[in-house]
């Protein structure tokens, strides 16, 4: 299964999806059991017909909204996304299941667990179009500008903009945000690290400004971080202590957002509670969102625990990431009455690549033979026949269900791209398309065994005393899995088999989620299940997942420790590309020389989303293109009392 992801108000995250914004407030292991599949549902014609085309953005002109290359699909006087129900009614209670704990509610620094979905409290500049690939429009800002070198940008804060403790939204506290954020927490450091200065330019004004030009996507990302009151962090608490943002706490933060902090019962539940005077309710990026009236995240320790909590209605909605429960668990009264419904929702967002990452910090990883062999090593076919029911596609791409991801052999503009840096890049980049090995599904991999033993041999690893030994250190070829999700141990547990066949020592280490988090933060691992949510507009999150200086950087996105000057050269083809066509070539490119670079075993992907709800809840009836916008635009139908659905039906 993939981590579900609060679109649209958690990052991203990630992953991650879309513009990859919110991932410091993640609530679940970045682990899974499975992925995602295979694009079989199309999403409508006249959805991808009505897709804005992609023209010159307008130079210091200040704007409702902005977009990468393309313009804006709504109008300044637009009432409402197309997507939403304008008339969802308010009320109920959402009761959404975890897996993990959580410790802090500052989810701003490394090295705690804080609770998921905190990014409900808060406000960003601009808000993301759901049926739109790379276009946001004004929240706590009214408009943004930006010149033609795109060398800095502008926003001008609403004048209505409140915190809940009824105080006015200031440049001073984006400022303070974003120095504070970027100083904090590796992954803001890294995604704004080109943005030297920010200043307020005006009554209401903030301006931005970056340490480079060309770069189309600074103007729009610095619109994305959640904004922070800087007034209550820097003041003291009800018990006369300063506050202080680079420690845990559980006292309920100051926000701006459409819900507040309710009750909170640290590593079991946490409720947020809708703000009836909430300062942005009728803006148009917010009619027909945030319908609940309470949303409670509950913690379970076991996936299996939280599974039955759903069918039996104390959970209301499951993002189902398991093939296995798909296909076989939910055949019960719930579902045959149609009180639990099913929706496999299609989406356009590129797949991200999912795979057993390797930490190239290790000295037996370093060798790329070995890890070739690692993937020889991988049943795939079997894997996916007996235990995902067929549901999957085997990744072949870090971008994969796009028009980004490396097919073939390169062509056209990215072959043009790759040949300017032929010498940086291996040979077969340009003379053979990546694949991955393929079995017959029967459970017999000698062949690629065998292959995975020559590649070993290659790389000076051979058997001794029926260990794989290294022909000069003498080294045992010892790997440990480590995992926060048990069952993601049946996935490992064949695998591990292949590769004690080939001499290799296996260890499974399943750990608790904060655990997980603090190793992988201290790149303390062998391999791990990682994620990397891609957008459809790929840009400067890139550096964080495979930059030099994000490979050194504790706690940021790069866990496998890339550091490549291909990869480098690639990552700013990307940010600085001028047009869409210049994108998707070096996106391509860019993603050929990470295939052939074999950093992951890659698994699989699912480019639709299975959700499981209780009827009671309700999603509109054409969901947007890129999300399945939960909970933003879902709603209950029919509550009343939020305290009446405390109990189960």
């Known amino acids: 299964m993939t981590k579900p992801v609060l679109t649209g108000l958690a990052i991203a995250v990630a992953a991650i999806l879309a513009l990859l914004v919110f991932w410091p407030t993640q609530d679940t292991p970045p682990q899974s059991t499975e992925t995602a599949a295979d694009p079989a549902e199309a999403l409508p014609s006249e959805v991808v017909a009505e897709m804005p085309g ?78 739109e690939s790379v276009s946001e429009y004004g929240l706590l800002a009214e408009s943004v500008r930006h010149p033609a070198d795109y060398s800095s940008a502008t926003y001008v804060l609403r004048q209505n903009a409140r915190w809940h403790d009824g105080e006015p939204v200031t440049p001073a506290d984006v ?6 954020l970027k100083a904090q927490h590796p ?47 820097t003041g003291k608490d009800a018990n006369g202590r300063p506050r202080d943002i680079s420690a845990a706490t559980l006292e309920p933060p100051l926000g701006s957002g459409p819900y507040r902090i309710g009750k909170v019962s640290p590593g079991q539940d946490i409720t947020y509670e809708r703000v009836e005077d909430y300062w942005g309710r009728d803006l148009p990026v917010n009619v027909g969102a945030n319908n609940f009236d309470r949303i409670r995240l509950i913690y379970f320790r076991d996936a299996t625990i939280a599974f039955q909590a759903f069918k039996g209605g104390q959970v209301d909605l499951r993002i189902e990431n398991s093939a296995r429960n798909w296909a076989t668990e939910y055949d019960i009264p719930a579902v045959r009455r149609g009180d ?56 072949g791409s870090y971008f994969a269900n796009s028009e980004m991801a490396a097919t073939g052999l390169p062509e056209g503009a990215e072959r043009e791209i790759l040949e300017s840096m032929r010498d940086l890049v291996r040979p077969e980049v340009l003379a053979e398309p990546y694949a991955n090995p393929v079995t017959d599904g029967s459970g017999n991999n000698r062949r690629n065994l065998q292959r995975a033993t020559e590649l070993l041999a290659e790389a000076g690893w051979t058997i001794s005393d029926g260990k794989l030994t290294h022909e000069d250190s003498g080294e045992r070829m010892s790997v440990e899995f480590l995992i926060a999700d048990p069952t993601f141990e049946r996935v490992v547990a064949p695998y591990r088999q292949s590769l004690e066949r080939l001499g290799i020592e296996v260890r499974i280490r399943t750990v608790d989620s904060a655990q997980y988090q603090r190793r992988t933060d201290e790149r303390d691992f062998d391999i791990v299940v990682e994620n990397f949510g891609q957008s459809i507009s790929p840009g400067n999150e890139q ?36 047009s869409r066509a210049e994108l998707v070539a070096a996106v391509k490119a860019l993603d050929r020389v990470l295939l052939h670079g074999h950093y992951v075993v890659p698994q699989w992907y699912l480019a639709t989303t299975r959700v499981a709800y209780w009827s009671r809840l309700r999603h509109p009836e054409r969901m947007p293109a890129y999300s399945i916008g939960f909970p933003t635009i879902w709603w209950h139908e029919g509550a009343t009392d939020p305290d009446a659905m405390d109990e189960a039906p």
């Open 54 to 131: 992609f023209t010159d953005f307008q130079p210091d002109v200040p704007r409702h909204g902005s977009s990468l290359f393309g313009e804006l699909k709504y109008a300044p006087d637009f009432a409402h996304f197309d997507y939403v129900n304008p008339a969802a009614p308010k009320g109920g209670l959402l009761r959404y299941a975890v897996v993990g704990s959580f410790d802090s509610l500052n989810n701003f620094i490394v090295r705690t667990e804080p609770a998921g979905w905190l990014a409900l409290i808060y406000d960003t500049l601009m808000a993301r179009s759901l049926d």
């Open 543 to 578: 550096r964080d997942y495979w930059g030099c200086a994000a490979a050194e950087q504790e706690g940021s996105r790069n866990v496998i420790g890339i550091c490549d000057p291909a990869i480098e050269k690639l990552i700013d083809r990307v940010i600085f590309a001028e």
């Open 340 to 395: 639990i419904k099913r929706d496999s929702i299609p989406s356009l967002n590129p797949q991200g690549m999912q795979g057993f990452a390797f930490n190239l910090r290790r000295e037996k990883f370093k060798d790329i033979r070995v890890r070739r062999a690692f993937n020889h090593a991988f049943d795939y076919e079997w894997m996916n026949r007996t235990l995902f029911h067929d549901q999957y596609t085997r990744a």
């Open 175 to 180: 400022i303070w945000t974003l120095e504070t």
């Open 187 to 233: 992954a803001y450091a890294g995604y704004y690290a080109n943005v030297i200065a920010v200043e307020q330019t005006g009554p209401r004004e903030v301006t931005f400004r970056f340490d480079e030009t060309g770069n189309r996507e600074l103007p729009q990302i610095v619109g994305q971080f959640p904004v922070l009151p800087k007034h209550y962090w």
